[in-house]
């Protein structure tokens, strides 16, 4: 395929075949890579990715940045540790909580939409409120 100019689809399909190239590396050294969002014209891409050294658990597993991070700073915002990996529900659908902002103002919980793995900013009173089981009348 030659790409004469660069759109929005272009963008999807080089990013997502950069990040798998990258990631068969970083597997194979036991590291992770993770990229940035990016602005493009119709001439460039100018992508950001980087490759983290993870914490790893007792076993010698991988530890997710953004869950140390989380970890980190879920109770300055009303959450507890242990909701990140944790599904919430919003108005439009079910989401995973996968990571946090802490320097936000309003939206500071990344959450993963279940159906699509898209990554959304959420409040965390609304990812709180999701989080939490329907209260029983009566």
């Known amino acids: 395929m030659t790409i004469d100019f660069v759109d929005r689809s272009t963008v999807k399909i080089l990013l997502d075949e950069a990040e798998e190239a990258l990631g068969r590396i970083a597997t194979k050294h036991g590291i992770i890579v993770s990229r940035k969002s990016c602005t493009y014209s119709q001439t460039e891409i100018p992508v950001a990715f980087k490759f983290v050294v993870p914490e790893r658990t007792a076993s010698g597993d991988a530890i ?5 991070e ?7 915002f009303g959450l507890s540790p242990d909701d990140y990996g944790k599904t919430f529900k919003t108005y439009d659908g079910a989401y995973r909580v996968s990571g ?16 699509t793995g898209r990554t959304y900013k959420f409040p965390a009173g609304a990812v709180k409120a ?9």
Not at 130 to 138: M, V
């Open 64 to 68: 997710n940045p953004r869950e140390t």
């Open 100 to 115: 946090i902002k802490p320097r936000g103002k309003k939206y500071t919980v990344l959450g993963e939409h279940v159906d």
């Open 130 to 138: 999701g989080l939490e089981p329907p209260q029983k009348e009566g």
């Open 70 to 76: 989380f970890r980190k700073y879920a109770a300055r």
